[in-house]
């Protein structure tokens, strides 16, 4: 097996990669800026090694190459820039490096549910940035064989992490509301498309990756759940599982906007902006990898972490 450096180890994603990746027989190294535990406990963190590194300090790079990894996965890469200067480093040392993307690298749908390779118009700084990084991972392995694999999540879901909820924002007083039978309020027609996935379906997305080599070589693939949901869907089936059915209420995102306050507006805008629809057939194709959540069960999953 081989040494498995993950950056940001410690988040939604990588507290279930890390000890899974110790499971599969890889001696795993950490790197974090020693402000975080584990999202998820698991007693293999008791074989994992922490070293702590901040990205913003002069050679970060090159000190990470001299962890001597053979697999480095990055789960905190934000911008182009940063990810050039980690391959640039780490060029000709690894075996296979990952990084996280988004499904924002995709725009508006024309299509849905979109491939990887279609919808690319993105807007917004963050949608912006993925899109080239998926592109700049696609680059160095058809220009200089550079092994690197793009791993894009959707609306990731963590016992322990507010979900976004029916109102397209990270709030629970939906799902209170929902589970007291009183009105809920969505915007527009509440037909915009939500696409969650489970952390740990993320983490095997990123694990199958790994095991599959070079085939994933200078690819991205969507970690989404294997369907996306509507706002009003998700309003619904929410409210079923409390016994209730739905009271759903309907109005222009400027007055659900004045009704919900600019904060989770803001979050909801944007999330109904992209309205993510992903597939996730090529995963499944090239990594053999189907998600083990649909979105509702990672839902419930995570609502009973509150006791909800």
């Known amino acids: ?146 092994p690197g694999t793009a791993v894009h999540p959707g609306h990731i879901v963590c016992p322990g992490d507010i979900p976004v909820g029916p109102q397209g924002c990270k709030s629970l007083d939906s799902f209170r509301t929902l589970r007291a039978g009183e009105p809920l309020w969505l915007p527009n027609g509440g037909m915009e498309c939500l696409h969650h996935v489970h952390a740990a379906d993320v983490a095997g997305v990123f694990q199958a990756a790994i095991s599959a080599g070079e085939p994933a070589f200078g690819e991205g693939f969507h970690a989404v759940a294997p369907r996306a949901v509507t706002l009003r869907g998700y309003a619904e089936e929410v409210a079923g599982w409390y016994g209730r059915t739905a009271d759903l209420r309907f109005e222009p995102f400027d007055a659900f906007k004045a009704r919900i306050g600019p904060k989770l507006a803001a979050q909801t805008l944007d999330h109904i902006a992209h309205s993510p629809n992903a597939s996730m057939a090529k995963a499944e194709a090239v990594l053999g990898f189907v998600p083990r959540h649909t979105t509702y069960q990672a839902i419930r999953e995570c609502l009973a972490s509150f006791g909800l």
Request: aromatic share 8%.
């Open 1 to 146: 097996m081989a040494r498995a450096v993950i950056i940001g180890g410690t988040g939604k994603v990588g507290s279930y990669l890390v000890p899974s990746l110790v499971r599969a027989g890889h001696t795993v190294t950490v790197v974090t800026r020693g402000t975080t535990q584990p999202a998820v406990a698991a007693d293999e963190w008791g074989d994992v090694r922490a070293v702590t590194l901040d990205r913003a300090d002069p050679g970060f790079e090159v000190a990470v190459r001299d962890l001597g990894p053979e697999i480095v996965v990055d789960m905190i890469c934000f911008t182009d820039a940063d990810l050039r200067r980690l391959i640039g480093a780490l060029d000709g040392h690894v075996g296979h490096f990952l990084v996280t993307g988004s499904v924002w690298m995709h725009g508006p749908a024309g299509v849905v549910p979109y491939a990887e390779d279609e919808c690319r118009r993105p807007f917004g700084e963050y949608g912006i940035q993925k899109d080239l990084m998926d592109r700049t991972i696609a680059a160095a392995w058809h220009d200089r064989g550079f």
